[in-house]
């Protein structure tokens, strides 16, 4: 008898995890309390590289691009390849040691990274000519997409595969130790639960009197539009260490004509605190879109029009590796939540990860939830922070 398992979560990672489960033969039902990817991974950023300087976090990395890229041969979502550049400016000493040893590191673990001296970065990349940088490095295996495509296309593979996807069906815990879920039609019994709902996850698992150390917080992005900078070559996935804000291409390369031009995704707004994920305000401040205008203006020499900007969730926990695997030890009961803003770009590699493990494989240690008892306390911080 095939395993029967439950996936709670429709976002990136429970989409992969469900299909990839229901591949191997479990009986698989996902429940979504929305639409699929109408939480967080569709208010994601859709940035994907493999420059991480851990090794660990390596190899999740170029897993998921490799299922990222094998999707996008297939044609069932567009992968958009493009070098992600990060820097610090003239004068962030610390920030510019911390991404030179950055990029070390990333070598180290076979990234196929560069560093650039200040004098190089505007002759590779003309549309940040106008920076002023004391150190900046390129990672060359990057791209973007559309997050919400790749959702929606492993939700269909799902489907294609055998899961059931129940959407508009909120549900409870209703038995940690016999992975029992409640929804409004009844209570289901399985034999193993994944939970990756986002920033509902705490919740859920709360009702059930299973604490974890995570704590959802609010960050901000917004969507210009075209903006033709003359005499440049196609704008980079940008970080900026500095200023502590990213931006990209947002757009597809298969325009009609010369002229046409991308639009920019652009985002930061963090804030390092607990924001409740029933109730935050879903919009961006007034104070970040002018934030936001300006930093383009300073670094791409051109004034956006903001077509549209909005405030999403991630999650943090407190050493900023994210809860993957088995909750407890003796529970039928898993969970992958904690991504500090990187869930999507290795939501491939970390679903098909703990899919195997839910079948009977290995975890990944460094991301073993058991590592903590649930009640640590610990401080909100930014995923993309440069730290040495």
Request: glycine residues 10%; aromatic residues 6%; proline residues 5%.
């Amino acid at each position: 008898m095939s395993q029967r398992v439950a996936v709670v979560g429709g976002g990136a990672v429970g989409v992969t995890a469900a299909h990839d489960l229901a591949d191997r033969g479990a009986d698989v039902t996902l429940f979504e309390r929305g639409d699929l990817a109408s939480g967080s991974s569709g208010r994601a950023a859709g940035i994907v590289y493999d420059a991480v300087a851990e090794d660990i976090d390596a190899q999740v990395a170029d897993r998921a691009l490799e299922r990222f890229r094998a999707l996008d041969a297939a044609g069932a979502i567009e992968f958009t390849a493009c070098p992600y550049v990060w820097f610090a400016r003239a004068g962030d000493d610390r920030r510019a040691r911390a991404v030179r040893e950055s990029a070390e590191r990333m070598a180290t673990n076979g990234r196929d990274v560069t560093v650039l001296e200040p004098s190089d970065l505007a002759g590779r990349f003309p549309a940040l000519d106008g920076v002023d940088v004391a150190a900046a490095a390129v990672a060359h295996d990057a791209g973007y997409l559309d997050p919400a495509s790749y959702v929606q296309a492993m939700g269909e593979r799902a489907r294609a595969a055998g899961a059931t996807v129940e959407t508009g069906t909120p549900v409870t815990i209703a038995d940690a130790g016999a992975a029992a879920v409640e929804t409004p039609s009844g209570t289901e019994q399985f034999d193993a639960v994944l939970v990756a709902a986002g920033a509902h996850t705490k919740r859920v698992l709360a009702e059930a009197g299973v604490p974890i150390p995570m704590k959802p917080y609010r960050v901000q992005a917004l969507v210009t539009a075209a903006v033709p900078p003359a005499e440049r070559d196609e704008v980079p996935v940008t970080y900026d260490a500095t200023e502590g804000f990213y931006l990209r291409p947002h757009g597809t390369e298969k325009r009609e004509t010369a002229d046409d031009h991308d639009g920019l995704l652009v985002g930061d707004g963090t804030e390092e605190r607990e924001s409740d994920p029933n109730d935050y305000d879903e919009r961006a401040d007034t104070a970040f879109v002018d934030a936001s205008r300006e930093r383009v203006r300073d670094a791409l020499g051109v004034d956006p029009t903001v077509e549209r900007a909005w405030a999403g969730l991630c999650t943090a926990t407190p050493d900023r590796n994210p809860l993957l695997g088995l909750l407890a030890d003796g529970s039928d009961i898993y969970v992958a939540t904690g991504w500090h803003g990187g869930g999507f770009m290795r939501a491939p590699a970390t679903g098909e990860r703990v899919a195997d493990q839910m079948l009977g494989g290995d975890g990944i240690e460094t991301f073993d939830p058991r590592r903590f008892d649930g009640d640590e306390e610990f401080q909100v911080v930014e995923g993309m922070t440069v730290e040495e």
